[in-house]
């Protein structure tokens, strides 16, 4: 792992601030993709931008992660259990976004020894947001 990785993981300080932002942040990326209630397919590319290229598993109100997995542990697996059981494909005929790690690899590869993780507790919090005042304050600005 990248010792910039690994500081995220030791950093108890971060650490804190992960535990208590991530989910605030991804609040906000819900709400930013929401129409009528409804959560667009759209928040998966907030998240991104709010996080790359890390694993995270979103769980509200209980108890989660944000998780570093090594691509070599990746890999490791894919050769040990093969694809058909490291990969999900979608069910054909249905608007996929790709493939899926399956649980049984996820689950083995957020065990390893060399995966670090960050417990969090998924917990919703009142945002008073609306994603329109932004702009309308910013063209009023001079």
């Known amino acids: 792992m990248s010792s910039r990785l690994i500081k995220i993981f030791e950093d108890e300080k971060l650490i804190k601030r992960i535990k208590t932002h991530l989910p605030y942040l991804f609040q906000i990326a819900e709400l930013e993709s929401s129409r009528a209630g409804k ?24 108890t989660g992660g944000f998780y570093y997995i090594p691509l070599e542990d990746q890999k490791g697996l894919f050769d040990r259990i093969g694809k058909e059981r490291y990969i999900k494909l979608p069910k054909q005929g ?48 001079d």
Do not use: F
Request: cysteine-free; hydrophobic content about 40%; charged content about 30%.
């Open 39 to 62: 959560i667009g397919m759209e928040v998966g590319s907030l998240r991104e931008k709010i996080i790359v290229a890390l694993l995270i598993q979103i769980n509200w109100n209980n």
């Open 94 to 141: 249905t608007n996929s976004r790709g493939v899926e790690i399956t649980k049984e690899a996820l689950s083995s590869l957020v065990e390893d020894a060399l995966s670090k993780t960050i417990k969090i507790h998924w917990q919703r919090t009142k945002i008073d947001y609306n994603p329109y005042k932004r702009w309308v304050d910013y063209w009023r600005e």
